[in-house]
């Protein structure tokens, strides 16, 4: 799988940043969350995103003919 950052909060490889496959998908790093109540099944986890980031992601989606 071919990975690029495609939108994040700052550069380096720490805060939370949404990067574009080659899969015709997203990657999602961000803070683990836990003690959410929710029943996540094994192999899958949950993250929270700032809500800026979001719309970033959503904004250059939208540019880059993405959705």
Known sequence: MRVTRFVG???ENE???VYATDRDS???Q???VVGHGLTIPDGE???ELPAALVR??????IRDGLV
Do not use: H, M, N, R
């Not at 970033?56 to 989606?61: P, R």
């Open 9 to 11: 909060s700052c550069d």
């Open 45 to 47: 986890g949950v993250v």
């Open 26 to 28: 997203f990657l999602f």
């Open 56 to 61: 970033d992601l959503v904004q250059k989606a």
């Open 15 to 17: 805060c939370p940043t």
């Open 30 to 32: 961000g803070e683990a």
